[in-house]
């Protein structure tokens, strides 16, 4: 007789599966990688290959022979840190670069902690730290993108520049006003949305970004709450402070457009394991991350601040979690 | 620079001195007076805080041995005897020797001996697959080989052997916690007397259908036919729903039953490879059971 | 806006190919296996010999408790024997096992088709009849109905919802029945509303079955007070409690039940088994039952008589199919996989699913990635992910209890829906039983 399978209910599954949901989160980051491609051309490509390959070469080794556990570098979570990695970098980084920052995201931050799913901070966000922290010089070593969009600058292999946000910053400090700032106030809202100057290999056009973003929320891999938020509370906070002074304080669609706001809250604060499970949790969280970044962008010593308000607001995911309960059925409120 | 480094020193030393002072005064009035006893008891036990004596752990169970005003009821399963005369020893008082157990899987339902009726697919768990069904195999009393007993163990004593699917207790490492016995969802697990040398006679099979449908699912299930118990010259062997069990306080481990079951459920280990003559000789070193049905467990 | 349940659900495909298979009348079977436990609660005690001759419609089994319920024989013959026999998951399970000859129907039961509507007796004699008939909700619970029909006097009920949702893929029974026999089902919605003393009822359908809403809402211009409800595609729409919040827009609290808020939800099935026992005297002895799956060349649904062996089914469905892997009684989300094929259908056996190695077979488990999709799925509103957590530590049935894993329904959402595929249901149900224990061993000290 035939042997049939026993097992208990429910006997259907969804299709989606791990390795679903970060191959969705590949195609959301296709734009933008496309759009890097053409500003910066094969320098993006090694980029993101050395990123992809390193990390899922390290999990793989430290599965197979240290945790001694299958590998499971088919479910893409290792493709898509590598990916985002890379596209965190500046364009004309060295190839060591990626590898180092590689190496520290999967090895340190995600596989010490036991693997997917354990890892406190977001291994790219914390790959990306860890590079600014150790090679600072390299890490703010833009290019200025050559493209057939800005007639300014024009040149085939790029100009190393400066951020806007690093010359604006720079700009506050010696006491211009920031109306003078070239770099700041000839900036176009055109610029800023389809390509700007300067920024990391992945953020060049905030159009390919929010492309990906759509992607992602039309086929359900995250929902807008965290990236909505994140951006929403910049926006407010930065209008209020360069109401008050715009001298002094840069205004909201440079502060959306510019130093990886864009990347962070729709790719990084939106990853799984890191981030808040109900609604209620993902608006303090992503606030928190809006909030810490203007500060940071204001007040503190770097230029730009997603990647630290992502990483300390990832500190804070379990404490979310356990006090943002998720609304029961039948509840009085 | 020196100035500052003295200064640093200064004030660690200072807070230091604060916080000891402190801490001193608060250890005296919170200081939690316990039976010396106690501590005295809990530094014998072996400390692998099983829950095998029926307590949360080693210190409940050295807390409840002090209060206590006899030795009776008590009996650490890991530490057996020894500790116990220890305890005993260490509280003045008189302890009664008890006979070493050790878990018995009455269940030798090898995926040879036992055909898979079904197919399970569902977490790999013994309670989950019982509350579903009665299990992937004709046999609904019988291990379920998922291995609920291995999580229990604290002990590494009991293994599920996955080429013959059912759970194998490692006698050298059991100490009879009863934990595994606890774990099972179907209650095939039993603690039973060690034995000398641990020889042991039982019946390995639980299953209480009837003959004819507790044959069909199993080669060597109990089909209660009561020809052990004829062959007894003990009272130690009973049938109740078709299912004979051996009286481990009646038998005297003369293996007649063994001789006698037609499907080889009766099991006697660990006894030496019977010579023509019958007298039993004291053996040298454990010996493999006796003409193996089937097969033996392997860790006998 | 098509209304529906406030919290979680899921979209599964509904897969409903059978929906277009009127019913059948299942042909005569040689040997009916009748379970005396085809109610919750005590299984009934046997009221037979073997020997006996039964008729259809004789009583074989009577209740043994408050909550218990009679069983009826469903053919007519010589009862040969009384004897445990395994269910469809292998338990042991009194059966009256009858061979059939002929059949003779008790004559009290009105066997024709004609529509009575007209009911003048009181509210305690059409419970005495349910009763009697053996009615039990055949969403799947199988609650004897008249003891849901008689809430405790201090509670009030406002209004009769029937559930005509049918929210598990595949199962077409109860839209077949809503398209053939409206009127029926209606009438049977009157005499609850009688019983019940409501002047409101809805009825509420999923926006898949657009026949079904055409067919009752037509049916219902007749009855006052009765009112189709079309509710959005949602799985579990049909839980108890979902469906209250979809159609009335009340939410049971935790540990209550539906008539705190004033609603008895009954399955439009068990309304139409409801009027066949007060107006024809005809006590449950069929179901309709859906046959169906991918792998089949044919779906069906049949009129099957109580007690029909699941393997006969299957052959008279045309055989099982080579690339069967699974058989489910009941749905994809909630059924239950059949174990054993010789068993035989009771009252509330709704389908026989014969699903696919591939649609069924579950994926290997991966990491908790944290992705939260459990959590929202969940239609109580409880955290799965870490329920599931907190019962791989083991023993944490405190906290269990804090987290409110007795809130679950076992609707399956959870474990549908983890890309991860944990079987994160698996273990939440048997820690929920322990927690149920738990607080019912501290209610029972009180």
């Not at chain 1, 007639?151 to 520049?161: L, M, P, Q, R, W």
């Not at chain 1, 056009?205 to 709450?225: D, E, M």
């Not at chain 1, 990483?311 to 804070?316: A, D, E, F, V």
Request: proline share 6%; net charge positive.
């Amino acid at each position: 007789m035939k042997k049939f399978i026993v097992s208990p209910a429910p006997h259907v599954h969804s299709d989606r599966t791990t390795r679903s949901l970060m191959g969705d989160v590949l195609i959301a980051l296709a734009p933008s990688l496309l759009v890097s491609i053409y500003f910066f051309g094969f320098s993006a490509v090694k980029l993101v290959a050395i990123g992809v390959i390193a990390c899922c070469l390290v999990e793989y080794l430290i599965q197979k022979y240290v945790m001694k556990v299958k590998p499971t570098i088919d479910d893409l979570s290792a493709a898509v840190t590598g990916c985002l990695l890379a596209l965190n970098l500046p364009p004309n980084s060295p190839w060591w670069l990626v590898l180092v920052g590689s190496i520290f995201a999967i090895g340190v931050v995600k596989m010490s902690f036991g693997g997917l799913g354990q890892n406190i901070f977001n291994p790219a966000i914390a790959g990306r730290v860890f590079l600014l922290v150790s090679f600072p010089a390299l890490m703010t070593d833009w290019t200025i993108p050559a493209s057939w969009f800005d007639s300014v600058n024009a040149s085939v292999d790029g100009v190393a520049a400066a951020t806007p946000l690093a010359v604006a910053k720079e700009a506050i400090a010696n006491g211009t006003p920031l109306s003078e700032v070239a770099a700041y106030s000839g900036l176009t809202w055109k610029q800023m949305f389809f390509f700007k100057v300067g920024g990391s290999a992945g953020e060049v056009s905030a159009l390919a970004l929010i492309l990906g973003f759509l992607y992602l929320v039309i086929r359900r891999v995250i929902k807008p709450t965290i990236p909505v938020v994140i951006i929403a509370t910049i926006a407010i906070m930065s209008g209020i402070f360069s109401a008050i002074n715009p001298e002094l304080y840069t205004g909201p669609l440079f502060n959306i457009c510019t130093g990886g706001v864009l990347l962070g809250s729709i790719f990084m604060a939106t990853d799984y394991v890191t981030s808040p499970m109900t609604t209620k949790g993902q608006i303090i969280f992503a606030f928190g991350i809006g909030v810490i970044t203007v500060l940071i962008r204001y007040f503190g010593a770097y230029p730009e601040g997603v990647s630290f308000a992502i990483l300390i607001m990832n500190c804070t995911v379990p404490l979310i979690n356990k006090y943002c309960k998720p609304r029961r059925f039948g509840e009085v409120k | 620079m020196t100035g500052t480094i003295l200064f640093t020193i200064a004030c660690l030393v200072a807070l230091g001195l604060l916080f000891s002072v402190v801490l001193y005064f608060v250890a005296q009035k919170f200081k939690v007076e316990e039976d010396p006893r106690i501590g005295i008891v809990e530094s014998i036990m072996p400390g692998a805080n099983c829950g095998g004596c029926g307590h949360a752990g080693c210190h409940a169970f050295a807390e409840s041995v002090v209060k206590a005003p006899s030795m009776e009821g008590f009996f650490c399963p890991v530490g057996g005897n020894a500790t116990m005369s220890k305890v005993a020893q260490a509280l003045g008082r008189a302890v009664e020797e008890k006979e070493p157990m050790v878990a018995v899987v009455r269940c030798h339902g090898t995926f040879d001996n036992r055909e898979r009726t079904n197919h399970y697919d569902g977490y790999a768990s013994c309670k989950v697959m019982a509350a579903l069904y009665t299990g992937d195999t004709g046999c609904k009393y019988g291990c379920l080989g998922k291995g609920d007993c291995v999580d229990a163990c604290n002990f590494d004593a009991i293994h599920i052997d996955q080429r013959r699917g059912i759970a194998e207790v490692d006698e050298s490492k059991c100490v009879a916690c009863g934990a595994c016995a606890k774990a099972c969802p179907k209650g095939v697990i039993e603690l039973r007397p060690k034995g000398f040398k641990g020889r042991r006679v039982y019946v390995s099979c639980i299953n209480k259908d009837k003959g004819a449908v507790t044959r069909k699912a199993c080669a060597v299930g109990c089909i209660g036919c009561g020809k052990c118990v004829k062959e007894c010259q003990f009272d130690a062997i009973h049938v109740e729903n078709n299912v004979a069990y051996i009286d481990f306080t009646k038998c005297k481990m003369c293996r007649k039953c063994f001789d006698a079951c037609p499907t080889k459920a009766i099991w006697a280990v660990n006894f030496p490879p019977r010579p023509a003559a019958p007298a039993v000789s004291p053996a040298p070193a454990p010996a493999p059971a006796v003409e193996k049905p089937a097969e033996a467990p392997k860790s006998e | 806006m098509k209304k529906t349940f406030c919290l979680g659900g899921v979209h599964p495909n509904d897969n409903k190919i059978s929906k277009n298979a009127a019913i059948e009348v299942f042909p005569p079977i040689e040997t009916a296996y009748i379970s005396m436990a085809q109610h919750l609660g005590a299984p009934a005690e046997p009221v037979v010999a073997v020997g006996d001759k039964v008729k259809v419609g004789t009583v074989i089994g009577k209740p043994t408790g408050f909550i218990s319920g009679y069983v009826h024989s469903s053919v007519s013959g010589t009862v040969k024997a009384i004897e445990p026999r395994a269910d469809i998951a292998g338990n042991l399970v009194m059966h009256v096992v009858i061979a059939v000859e002929g059949d003779e129907w008790c004559e009290e039961i009105d066997r024709s088709r004609d529509i009575v509507r007209e009911c003048n007796l009181t509210s305690e004699e059409i419970l005495s009849k349910i009763q009697n008939a053996g009615v039990v909700g055949l969403g799947g619970a199988s609650f004897p109905t008249h003891v849901k029909l008689n809430p405790p006097k201090d509670k009030k009920a406002v209004a009769l919802i029937l559930n005509g949702t049918e929210c598990e893929p595949f199962i077409t029974s109860d839209d077949r029945i809503m398209r053939e026999r409206p009127v029926e089902i209606l009438i049977g919605a009157e005499i609850m509303m009688k019983v019940l003393n409501v002047d409101k009822a809805y009825v509420g359908i999923e926006e898949n079955k657009p026949e079904a809403i055409a067919s009752m809402s037509a049916a219902a211009k007749d009855f006052k007070g009765i009112e189709v409800v079309t509710l959005k595609k949602k799985y579990p729409q049909g839980g108890e409690k979902q469906l209250i919040d979809a159609v009335i827009g009340r939410q049971v609290p935790s540990g209550k039940l539906p008539i705190d808020v004033g609603a008895v939800v009954q399955n439009v099935a068990t309304s139409l088994s409801i009027y066949e026992a007060v107006q024809k005297n005809k006590p449950v002895i069929d179901n309709s039952v859906t046959v169906s799956g991918h792998c089949m060349d044919v779906q069906h649904n049949y009129l099957v008589r109580v007690g029909t062996p699941v393997s006969k089914i299957l052959e008279v469905a045309g055989g099982i199919p080579k690339d069967a892997a699974k058989i489910v009684s009941g749905g994809p989300m909630m059924g239950k996989a059949i174990a054993n094929l010789d068993a035989a259908t009771v009252k509330a056996n709704g389908s026989i699913l014969i699903l696919s190695e591939e649609e069924t077979v579950r994926k290997p488990e991966s990491n908790c990635i944290r992705c939260g999709k459990c959590a929202s799925a969940c239609p109580m509103g409880l955290e799965p992910w870490l329920l599931n957590k907190l019962a791989r530590v083991g023993g944490r049935y405190d906290d269990l209890e804090k987290e409110r894993i007795f809130d679950c329904i076992e609707c399956g959402c959870c474990l549908y829906t983890c890309p991860a595929n944990i079987p994160l249901l698996d273990l939440i149900r048997i820690n929920k039983a322990e927690v149920m224990k738990i607080i019912r061993g501290r209610a029972a000290k009180k």
